[in-house]
């Protein structure tokens, strides 16, 4: 699908989406195209229950006296909660009816509206960026659909007076759609597709971008002495990888901020391994590398003002006559040893070393980790918000308002030290599972122990990756979760701006 702005006129053929605020209130363009039908919409708006409401959608097919094939009301619902949060949601529900009606070309006309906390310009640019996140589809695998079976949606155009500045804020929230692609199409792909080292030259993709991609194997992992992440990867046909990307958009005195993802291309459980049901969804236990992934191409793609590095480890988890064994005891890069009671527990592994190389490589701002962690988490939060473990207040409520502004939401759980005993080892410096009881937390305690003190937020989106349901914005399916998240994290507090 192709979308631009433009300003606006009526267009010939094609369908024509209109805003309708609470009340059944047309906005100028729709008052203008109502009388040229001689009323025919609000004749159909008051033969119906749409009201306006945020989200309502009213389809009349061959409005008379206007050169269109279908109008389609959408409700904007009460201007003084219209934000540009809120008009993507706009978009996304369009585009959902765009689709499914068959249109080929459509265009929407976004008057500025009175008493919206947003002005015309902004609410043009974030419709369309709502409407781009809807329209993905991961179709690669599906050789057998009839062409109705495809979505015909070939061009979007979005009519408004501002459409030079409409498309300036565009251009930056595209590229930031396209990182979301990126974490979805990723976290979609199944394990015989993205293993570890597929994934890093998906990575290197990003060079064209301008961010520098470095990937460790075994070997110089080894000599770093990355024994807990390695001990993961050991039993697997395929080599470990640890991806380095690095953006660097700001001056380079300026210390980066990291960001650092759970790889794990697919979870079986290794020697501790999980129940067949439901295992193949495993696949995306590499949701956090995707997101951080995601995450460097929007930030390289729309040249974010910020030095950024993205750190992966990448490895497969499986039993084998290599793998490792519950009991084993690894030595991290840290020189913590570390019992592992159990195989399946191996994300925290993973992240043990790629933190403690991160940190002590970059000396970062921050680092921020991404994992699909615990399963827990999902019992804790359900699949509303994502867990977030800090040691700084300060990040914790930078990560929670930009969370709000992208509905990719967080919510703090603790981290006291009294749930630090949960992982004590009988005979190693810890173990790699807790007691019962606070999962999520014992595994956030866990990766604390390789931070080094440095100011570190984990984020747990078990549930996030792959929502039970999709919403306005995102199909069902691989959400991209974090993308957006941490790339208004960035936008907002660590490029000197605000946008
Ligand atoms: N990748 C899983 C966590 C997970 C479970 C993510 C379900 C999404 C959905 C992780 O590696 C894992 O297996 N965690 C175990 C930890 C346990 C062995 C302490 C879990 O949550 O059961
Ligand atoms: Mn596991
Ligand atoms: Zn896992």
Redo the contacts with the bound molecule.
């Keep these: 699908m192709k979308i631009s702005f433009a300003s606006i006129t009526t267009p010939d053929g094609g369908a024509l989406v209109l805003g309708v605020t609470g009340g059944r209130k047309l906005m100028a363009t729709g008052v203008s195209i109502d009388r040229d039908a001689g009323g025919a919409l609000t004749r159909a708006m008051k033969s119906s229950r749409f009201e306006g409401k945020k989200g309502q959608v009213l389809s009349v097919l061959q409005p008379p006296g206007v050169g269109v094939d279908r109008i389609v009301l959408v409700g904007l619902g009460k201007p003084a909660d219209l934000t540009a949060l809120s008009v993507r949601d706009v978009g996304g529900k369009v585009i959902a009816d765009l689709l499914s009606a068959g249109d080929q070309t459509a265009a929407v006309a976004i008057d500025p509206v009175k008493g919206a906390k947003v002005a015309g310009p902004a609410l043009a640019a974030n419709f369309a960026y709502g409407a781009r996140l809807r329209n993905y589809r991961f179709d690669r695998y599906r050789t057998k659909e009839k062409p109705e079976e495809k979505p015909r949606l070939k061009r979007l155009t979005v009519l408004t007076g501002g459409a030079v500045s409409a498309r300036k804020i565009f251009a930056a929230l595209t590229k930031v759609a396209d990182g979301v692609f990126t974490a979805r199409d990723l976290v979609s792909e199944p394990g015989n597709v993205i293993y570890p080292k597929s994934l890093a030259s998906e990575a290197r993709k990003l060079s064209k971008l301008g961010v520098k991609v470095e990937v460790l194997g075994d070997a110089r992992m080894k000599k770093l002495g990355m024994g807990a992440l390695l001990g993961v990867g050991q039993g697997s046909a395929r080599e470990s990888q640890l991806i380095v990307m690095q953006w660097n958009g700001a001056a380079a005195s300026k210390k980066p901020v990291a960001l650092v993802g759970k790889g794990?291309t697919f979870?079986s459980?290794g020697i501790s391994l999980k129940p067949g049901a439901g295992m193949e969804m495993?696949k995306f236990?590499m949701g956090g590398a995707a997101a951080v992934i995601g995450t460097m191409k929007a930030l390289a793609g729309r040249k974010a003002k910020v030095n950024a590095v993205g750190v992966v480890g990448a490895v497969e988890n499986m039993p084998s006559s290599k793998a490792q064994r519950p009991g084993d005891v690894v030595t991290s890069m840290s020189g913590q040893t570390i019992e592992v009671i159990?195989t399946?527990?191996?994300?925290r592994l993973v992240l043990a070393d790629v933190l403690w190389y991160t940190q002590k490589r970059f000396k970062p701002q921050f680092m921020i980790n991404l994992a699909?962690?615990?399963?827990?988490i999902?019992v804790s939060l359900g699949y509303e918000y994502a867990g977030l473990f800090s040691n700084d207040d300060k990040l914790v409520e930078r990560l929670t308002k930009a969370g709000e502004a992208e509905n990719e939401k967080v919510w703090r759980l603790p981290t006291h030290d009294n749930y630090d005993k949960h992982i004590k080892s009988d005979i190693a410096d810890m173990k790699n599972?807790g007691g019962s009881g606070a999962?999520s937390i014992s595994a956030a305690k866990f990766l604390e122990r390789f931070v080094n003190k440095v100011p570190w937020a984990h984020i747990d989106i078990?549930a996030m990756v792959w929502p039970k349901e999709g919403s306005d914005v995102n199909p069902k399916g691989a959400s991209g979760f974090g993308v957006r998240l941490l790339d208004r994290l960035v936008a907002d507090y660590y490029e000197g701006k605000r946008r």
């Design positions: 794990v979870d459980g495993m236990d159990n399946d527990a191996e994300g699909t962690l615990t399963g827990a999902i599972v999962g078990a």
